[in-house]
């Protein structure tokens, strides 16, 4: 049973979440309804569920408590009325594409995207008859770039903000204001910011998807993904896509993001002061060429970042001096950053765009998408900021 409780800031909802109802137990945390069905009390109340006469649970692929827990904890966060877990961030973007797109629609998409996020756009999409119209980075902030892409058969606009790998800042209002006009729904992937530092619905997107694997879960151990909006749309995104396709989050998976939540908004506001430091520091070194951050006021977007975003995040990229050999002399000498796709994690995690996570792209649509060839990601974690700094340094010296 849920108990009304007066509107604590966001800070204590993320420790103490939205429903403290007692469980039969008195558990202090949710039990896990580690269960494949539910058992029906009789033949009557069986068909009662089945009908939609009666709330209650059937099977853990139409909805699950511990699940549930999950999806309401980010619906309140994300400030939409509801939410759909998965099982990763693609499975997430993928219902949302095919929920709303059919063989001769199209969306507009910004051109920098999570790898995987491109690859399912420009490819797999296709092959349902379903066209991805890119907007190029420098264009990404141009309403007449977005409209202009935009026809009676476009039915969602879709952008990642701060963008992966190379922090661009999109205006949400633009791209959310483009969509309402053109009767399309605007979708962004929030990962990066997670609902501590940005809130994509009140800045007028309809849906907001994240990758859980990221700083949700935030250990590094678990992969899910979730879809926040509309009670409608969500309803629609459960039964037309996962009661048929699937992709549903483990019950235990639920859990452990319930968990990684509770510790949200400290581990946000570290890594967003180790990031900034590192940045700083990254500005002042001899073989660095650019440091990409929108905390920096050099940053192209920085002042959007500042109106959208409570704080910019801990993801950060830099260019060094001497190209791809140098890049990699970098990672192959580190010793503390651990090399590793994947972000958002408490240890400091180093890669190379290029070579790994956009290898999805083509050169030519890397290198359009603002991706170059010596571009170094690092998603900065949770540990003394002079660790990680020195741990560079002492790379910085082998190139
Ligand atoms: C990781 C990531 C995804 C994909 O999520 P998975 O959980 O790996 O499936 C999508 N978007 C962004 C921005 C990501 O970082």
Redesign the pocket.
């Known amino acids: 049973m849920a108990i009304r409780r007066p509107n604590y800031s966001r800070k204590t909802e993320i420790v103490h979440g939205t429903d403290r109802g007692r469980s039969e137990a008195g558990d202090l945390v949710p039990p896990i309804h580690m269960t494949s069905a539910f058992e029906f009390k009789n033949a009557d109340h069986g068909a009662a569920l089945f009908a939609g006469e009666k709330d209650g649970y059937i099977y853990t692929r139409i909805a699950n408590p511990t699940v549930g827990r999950m999806e309401a904890k980010i619906a309140r966060l994300e400030k939409c009325a509801a939410a759909v877990a998965t099982g990763?961030?693609?499975?997430a973007?993928a219902a949302v594409a095919l929920t709303l797109a059919k063989p001769g629609d199209n969306f507009v998409a910004s051109t920098t995207?999570?790898g995987?996020?491109f690859n399912l756009f420009t490819q797999r999409l296709r092959n349902f008859g379903i066209e991805a119209r890119l907007v190029p980075p420098e264009k990404a902030n141009s309403r007449q770039a977005i409209t202009s892409r935009i026809d009676a058969r476009t039915r969602f606009l879709f952008m990642?903000t701060p963008a992966?790998p190379t922090l661009d800042i999109i205006d949400i209002a633009v791209w959310a204001d483009a969509a309402r006009t053109h009767n399309a729904a605007c979708i962004v992937?929030n990962?990066?910011a997670t609902p501590y530092l940005q809130n994509p619905a009140t800045l007028g997107a309809d849906i907001v998807?994240h990758?859980?694997?990221?700083y949700i879960g935030g250990h590094a151990d678990v992969?899910?993904?979730v879809i926040t909006g509309s009670r409608e749309m969500m309803s629609r995104i459960r039964e037309e896509y996962l009661h048929s396709f699937g992709p549903v989050m483990s019950p235990f998976n639920a859990w452990l993001f319930l968990r990684g939540l509770k510790t949200l908004a400290i581990r946000m506001e570290k890594h967003c002061e180790n990031a900034r430091q590192v940045a700083d520091w990254l500005q002042s070194q001899r073989v660095v060429r650019k440091v990409y951050y929108p905390g920096l006021a050099t940053h192209p977007n920085h002042q959007v970042a500042k109106t959208q975003m409570r704080a910019f995040g801990g993801m950060l990229a830099f260019e060094v001096k001497g190209g791809i050999q140098a890049g990699k002399t970098i990672m192959d000498k580190v010793r503390l950053c651990r090399l590793a796709v994947?972000?958002g994690d408490c240890e400091t995690l180093i890669q190379h765009p290029a070579s790994m996570t956009h290898s999805t792209y083509s050169r030519s649509e890397r290198l359009e998408a603002g991706i170059n060839d010596g571009l170094i990601r690092l998603s900065v974690g949770i540990e003394n900021p002079v660790d990680i700094e020195s741990d560079l340094e002492g790379a910085f010296k082998q190139i």
């Open positions: 990763s961030g693609m499975a973007i995207l999570y995987g996020t990642e992966n992937d990962t990066f998807v990758s859980a694997t990221k992969i899910g993904g994947s972000l």
